[in-house]
């Protein structure tokens, strides 16, 4: 199997963006709970795909934009558990690493609003087993949060599947380290897709006094 293409290839930052201006919008509590706000487009895809999983299985949305801060907070404690992990290993090896979990904040898709985190839960809204929990990193998952692992149970393998044949058939792209990553209109999308330009650059929105997350 080959190495995924990863974010901080710089393929992706090659790609240009022209930003379209589409707004941040509020995703339905049906599928996001808390409130995850996405590109207007990516929402309309989101609810398409959701629409055509099967009957009893619904998608939920935990992460939609992230704010610039946010990502560098990420970014800052992920490259501790990678240091930890890989003691010799500095510099580009080192955002190499980094990037099959957390994308370098000029290419950050979830800081474009152009991603989401999520998975599948049944009738009941409890969430189904596809394998490792949401954000499950390469070392605590044992590469388990990479999308087609060998190492999950058939029945996570054909949920995987069944989340996978939803998204892409909307048009999202999945990020092929993070089973529950998946994205539309940002650089890494554009690439995937052989789109011209992507349509989504970041977009720092600051949380109204007294929100928190």
Known sequence: MNPPLLLSDPQVSAV????????????????????????AHLADRLYRADLALPTGIRLRV?????SVADQRRIIDAYSEEVRRAHPAVTGAELDRLVSRFVAPLEVAPHVAGAAVDLTLVDESGSPLDLGTPIDATP?????????????????????????????SGAGLVNYPTEWWHW???????????GAAFAPYGPVDVREPAGAGR
């Open 183 to 193: 994205s539309y209109g940002d650089r890494y999308w554009a690439l995937m897709t």
């Open 139 to 167: 070392e605590q998952s044992g590469g388990r949060c990479y999308f087609a692992s060998p190492d999950i149970g058939l029945e996570a393998r054909a949920l995987r599947l069944v989340l996978a044949d939803a998204l």
């Open 62 to 66: 935990v992460e939609g934009h992230r």
């Open 16 to 39: 240009p963006v022209l930003e379209s201006g589409d707004p941040l919008v509020a995703l339905h509590p049906g599928i996001a709970p808390d409130g995850a706000r996405v590109r």
